[in-house]
């Protein structure tokens, strides 16, 4: 099947500074990629969707500006947490679609981030 | 619009024990279904799906019949093991931008 790479698998990072996530498609064209968040023991809560070339379109109570995210071609989408917080530590994972309603989504393995 | 609706967790059975969790959902005409798995410390993995009505999904022992008139897609195993040991989340299509649209997750725990 379809494999989604993430990279890096975890970070740990001082308060105040950025880090980006990237998620790679390595063998179809990701028309769209979704980025999501994850708390211990709960499910996922999609942070925003991106589709390749254009601006991600963000959930309700997610900053666009703290979380950017770029989609600049059909197999990779990165998100950058900027000045990052305690509070940001978190399991984020993302994940790509080709083209057609009912595709699946691939997933990447998922970035652990702690923020200290 | 669509949702879906899974039973809630945690599941917690012994070794060989008969699974099911329940997943019903609500939707503008016939999507396709799917059931993810998540292990610990990863990200999702498609388990199985179903893209039309009456379809039965299958993987690893796991099945899912795509039943229209409960609208119900709930995922089955005859003989769990450990290692089946995961969060499961059931998933539809909706809303824009080809999203899919995921269940809270049930939580199964098998012991030996």
């Known amino acids: 099947g379809a494999v989604v790479s993430q990279h890096p698998s975890w970070v740990i990072c001082k308060s105040g500074t950025s880090v980006k996530i990237e998620c790679r498609s390595l063998?179809?064209?990701?028309?769209?990629m979704f980025w999501y968040r994850q708390f211990p023991k709960q499910s996922l809560m999609l942070m925003a969707t991106?589709?390749?070339?254009?601006?991600?379109?963000?959930e309700q109570g997610v900053e666009k500006d703290k979380f950017l995210i770029n989609h600049a071609s059909l197999t990779l989408s990165t998100l950058t947490v900027t000045s990052a917080h305690p509070e940001d530590s978190s399991f984020y994972i993302c994940?790509?679609?080709?083209?057609?309603?009912?595709?699946?989504?691939?997933f990447g393995q998922g970035t652990r981030l702690t923020v200290v | 619009g669509n949702s879906v609706t899974q039973m809630e967790g945690p599941v917690t059975l012994s070794e060989e024990a008969f699974l099911t969790i329940n997943c019903t959902y609500t939707a503008t005409g016939y999507p396709s279904l799917f059931w993810y798995v998540q292990y610990p410390g990863e990200g999702l993995q498609l388990l199985l799906k179903?893209?039309?009505?009456?379809d039965k999904g299958s993987n690893k022992g796991f099945e899912a019949t795509y039943r229209k008139e409960t609208t119900s897609f709930h995922l089955e195993k005859g003989s769990v093991q450990v290692s089946d040991s995961a969060v499961y989340f059931c998933?539809?299509?909706?809303?824009?931008?080809?999203?899919?649209?995921f269940g809270a997750g049930t939580r199964l725990a098998v012991h030996p």
């Open positions: 063998d179809f064209q990701a028309t769209t």
């Open positions: 998933a539809l299509p909706g809303g824009g931008y080809n999203k899919l649209i």
């Open positions: 179903a893209t039309k009505a009456d």
């Open positions: 994940s790509a679609r080709g083209q057609g309603r009912n595709t699946e989504a691939f």
């Open positions: 991106s589709n390749e070339g254009s601006k991600a379109t963000y």
